[in-house]
């Protein structure tokens, strides 16, 4: 996997260069806005992709969660089955398809809730961890700890790591790590969405920011309760940091749903959207922005590729150093250095 992170590096690279090719000179101006309006370009996939990122910390916080217990792990996994079936079959009931907004189409709705409940359990797959048996205490040992270095040869050690290791420890650490980094990128997209929207806004509307506009203050909302979990995470050392962490999480993914949908429920600044919400948009520009958004996905799945590893290379050195000083501590007692003064009894 190490010699595929240059060549996605370089390919990521040249998509972002073609998609700034694309919306800077290919793209048609608008004959309302003119050429200002091509920070949506920017504005929109930066957007989308930390929707996204958000959504994913969601999930990977649910688990880490549920998987505190196997049976609360079980009970999740059959509710979100529960959700995603019944939200498949009601998106076709005519009650329901006539409350849908105007633009938005059954099929849609129904393939969303697939992708959701596919997506749970690929994430509880790859990073939920596994149950191996009698074996689990061993192999977490030998991959956490390293305690049997020096009796286990390093192939085999490497085997060991790379069968078992590659579905997620055993104790949600992975889905931990996962939720880290998807909040930490999202937050970088979500603060682009912020800047480039008053830049946007001002020569359009003639105002930097509408302090009553329910988009962008439930934005501005999203954004401070991430940075606040993020705060939580650098600067908390209790031992249930992880676990407040998590619930925040799954409360400030609640309001993504209220930004994406505020402009078909709520009087707003922002227009209605010209992508399934019943308006229109040029084929030639439509076609600019998914290209952008590509790039932008690219590059935050490049960036999240990066720092999770960074991440768990983080942990297991802080997991050896404390592994050694305990080891040191016993050896310490062990060789009867105890470290009390010579007058105590």
């Not at 992709?49 to 910390?57: C, G, R, V």
């Not at 579905?167 to 949600?172: C, E, V």
């Not at 329910?214 to 940091?241: C, E, G, H, K, M």
């Not at 490049?302 to 050896?320: M, P």
């Amino acid at each position: 996997m190490k010699q595929a992170f240059p060549i996605l590096a370089v390919l990521t690279a040249f998509f972002l260069v073609y998609a700034f090719y694309q919306a800077l000179w290919v793209a048609p101006t608008d004959a309302l806005q003119g050429d200002v309006y091509r920070i949506i370009y920017y504005h929109v996939p930066s957007a989308w992709t930390a929707f996204l990122l958000f959504f994913i910390n969601f999930i990977a916080s649910v688990q880490y969660l549920a998987n505190a217990k196997p049976s609360t792990a079980r009970a999740a996994r059959w509710i979100v089955i529960a959700i995603g079936t019944v939200g498949f079959f009601a998106s076709f009931v005519p009650q329901v398809r006539q409350q849908l907004p105007t633009g938005m189409y059954p099929s849609s709705v129904a393939t969303t809730f697939l992708i959701i409940t596919g997506l749970y359990f690929v994430i509880g797959k790859y990073f939920g961890g596994q149950d191996l048996g009698g074996f689990s205490a061993f192999i977490l040992a030998v991959n956490t700890s390293g305690a049997m270095s020096p009796f286990m040869p390093r192939v085999m050690r490497r085997f060991f790591t790379k069968v078992f290791g590659a579905y997620g420890a055993a104790d949600g650490q992975d889905l931990d790590v996962l939720a880290v980094t998807t909040a930490e990128v999202g937050v970088v997209f979500c603060t682009i969405v912020l800047v480039t929207g008053p830049i946007w806004a001002r020569p359009v509307w003639g105002i930097w920011w509408a302090p009553g506009d329910i988009r962008l203050t439930s934005t501005l909302v999203l954004w401070l309760i991430y940075v606040s979990y993020l705060v939580l995470r650098r600067f908390s050392d209790s031992a249930q940091t992880q676990k407040l962490a998590a619930v925040l999480a799954v409360f400030g993914a609640l309001d993504v749903p209220l930004v994406y949908f505020s402009i078909w429920f709520f009087r707003t600044q922002h227009p209605q959207p010209v992508i399934g919400g019943g308006g229109s948009m040029d084929p030639r520009m439509l076609h600019v922005l998914l290209i952008s958004w590509m790039a932008f996905l690219s590059f935050a799945f490049l960036v999240c590729w990066s720092r999770y590893r960074l991440e768990k290379l983080r942990r297991e050195v802080e997991e050896a150093e404390a592994l050694e000083s305990l080891m040191e501590t016993s050896a310490t007692f062990s060789a009867g250095k105890v470290p009390f003064s010579q007058g105590s009894k």
